[in-house]
């Protein structure tokens, strides 16, 4: 089946500092990811839509400036955190738009930002 | 705008006793229903889908979910639950934009 992957698995980052999450299909192309954040004990909130080889489409109250997507290849997709805070730290998931109409999701990132 | 339900925090059950774990939606035009299942610090892993078709749908690890269009809802279904069955539950809907339930934590008791 589809697999998606992500890297790291987990970080620890300082305060302001940023942090890179990458998502990548490994056999398959994938023109659409999605990526979502989860808190503690909460279900899965879409962040973002990233299309390939176009700007992201932002979900209404996340920061476009804080989390840059880019999606340069089909079978890419990064997250970066930009001047990450503690509340930032959350686990993130991405998910790949393959055939037949169904996402594919990662492993997930658990971010800690200290 | 689409929304979809779980009703129950936590479902406990028996090992060897049927489990359903409740999902209702609401969704515009024709549903794409979904069910996944989480394992504490893991991804999510793809159970089952509705997209058109027969309303019983079966999945993988012997799981299966009925849709039903008068009562909007698309509960998933074992008929006989394992102890590694436990964990966490989400329904989703939607196409492209899914959007997810809260998520039901299952129990499943030696």
């Known amino acids: ?114 | 705008a689409q929304s979809v339900a779980q009703p129950e925090d936590q479902v406990n059950v028996a090992e060897g006793n049927p489990l359903t774990v409740k999902c209702t939606y609401s969704v515009s035009g024709n549903p794409y229903l979904f069910w996944y299942v989480q394992y504490p610090n893991r991804g999510l892993q793809f159970l089952l889908k509705y997209i058109t078709g027969d309303n019983l749908v079966k999945g993988s690890y012997g799981f299966e979910a009925e849709f039903n269009k008068s009562q909007t809802s698309f509960h998933l279904k074992k008929p006989s639950a394992l102890v590694s069955d436990s964990a966490l539950y989400f329904c989703a809907g939607g196409y492209q934009k899914v959007t997810f339930g809260i998520g039901t934590k299952l129990q499943v008791i030696p």
Request: hydrophobic share 35%; glycine share 6%; charged share 20%.
């Open chain 1, 1 to 114: 089946g589809a697999v998606v992957s992500q890297h790291p698995s987990w970080v620890i980052c300082k305060s302001g500092t940023s942090v890179k999450i990458e998502c990548r299909s490994l056999d398959f192309q994938a023109t659409t990811m999605f990526w979502y954040r989860q808190f503690p004990k909460q279900s899965l909130m879409l962040m973002a839509t990233s299309n390939e080889g176009s700007k992201a489409t932002y979900e209404q109250g996340v920061e476009k400036d804080k989390f840059l997507i880019n999606h340069a290849s089909l079978t890419l997709s990064t997250l970066t955190v930009t001047s990450a805070h503690p509340e930032d730290s959350s686990f993130y998931i991405c998910s790949a738009e393959g055939p037949p109409d169904e996402q594919f999701f990662g492993p997930g990132t658990r971010l800690t930002v200290l």
